[in-house]
């Protein structure tokens, strides 16, 4: 099965945050781009580097996932695979 693409992943992750009642943007496009790549498009590890990221944003103390909080998640799920 082949991965989905950048702008597949984004509407991905967005839906996803709309489902949950979110309408604003949550993730920069910086970190959209880091969890497509880091993901290879790949659903499952598009949700546990999204979850990981909104984590590591909440413990920054920040609102909005940037590439900061993407690279953390990234380190944080491939420590763990």
Known sequence: ??????????DYIN?????AGRHDPLFTEDAIALIHESSRGKPRSINNIAIQALL??????????????????????????
């Open 56 to 81: 590591a944003t909440f413990a920054a103390g920040k609102t909005i996932v940037d590439e900061n909080a993407a690279r953390a998640a990234v380190s944080e799920v491939i420590a763990t695979d």
């Open 15 to 19: 839906h996803h945050l709309t489902q």
């Open 1 to 10: 099965m082949s991965g989905l693409t950048e702008p597949e992943t984004a």
